[in-house]
């Protein structure tokens, strides 16, 4: 398996990124950092907070959750090839900088990241990740896999004309609905990215994300 691995990596290096983070992402202008707060339904009770830090090509440099008291839950670290820009690797680690997961990406012509394997600390890859992508870079759906090469569950995702993601379905491996994610945009920066959202499960309000850009 870590040889395995070790293809991947170097078949990362052959890959042409056609588009950065930040264009996957859909978010207009060159972002520095991206905060986002999750609220409970009704937004007076702070559930978590994440802070993506973007470098000046538009691509990941680490990524933190924090608790609704401020600590540092979770961070992950990006890794790209100094020359051409490709992604080589992601690496989560807890909060204390202990190594849980190593994450190798595939992408496809357009630079959509079709495939993820997760590795843990001993090599080994315990999930296998396989997207599709619509002709807008959208990914339409998402199906994962255990260690054995066997679905367990499968999301179908829907969008607005903006790019916006605005329903997710989730099936088991019997392909029986789990429930329902969906989106509402209810308020945007000048540069036209949403930065407030409120999320529903199965058609009822269950939070609400408040969205802090900063541009380079």
């Not at 990596?9 to 207009?28: G, H, V």
């Not at 329903?167 to 789990?178: A, F, M, N, P």
Request: proline residues 1%; hydrophobic residues 35%; neutral net charge.
């Amino acid at each position: 398996m870590r040889y395995f691995f070790s293809l991947l990596l170097l078949a990362f290096c052959l890959i042409a990124q056609a588009k950065n983070d930040l264009t996957r992402q859909k978010i207009k202008g060159m972002a520095k950092t991206i905060t986002e707060i999750e609220y409970n339904a009704n937004g007076d009770s702070l559930k978590y907070k994440t802070v993506a830090r973007y470098n000046d090509t538009g691509n990941l440099i680490d990524y933190c959750t924090y608790s609704a008291k401020g600590t540092l839950l979770s961070r992950a670290l990006f890794v790209y090839n100094d020359t051409t820009g490709v992604l080589i690797e992601e690496r989560r680690y807890k909060a204390d900088s202990s190594l849980i997961v190593k994450v190798a990406y595939v992408f496809d012509d357009m630079g959509n990241k079709t495939e993820e394997h997760n590795f843990d600390v001993s090599g080994k890859e315990f999930m296998k990740v396989l997207s599709k992508f619509d002709i807008k870079g959208n990914r339409s759906v998402k199906d994962s896999y255990n260690e054995f090469g066997i679905l367990f569950l499968k999301a179908n995702s829907k969008f607005d004309p903006q790019g916006h993601e605005i329903s997710i379905k989730e099936y088991d491996s019997h392909h029986g609905l789990k429930f329902e994610i969906g989106y509402e945009y209810t308020a945007s920066d000048a540069n036209g990215n949403w930065i407030q959202r409120t999320t529903l499960k199965n058609e009822e309000p269950s939070s609400i994300t408040k969205r802090e850009i900063v541009y380079w």
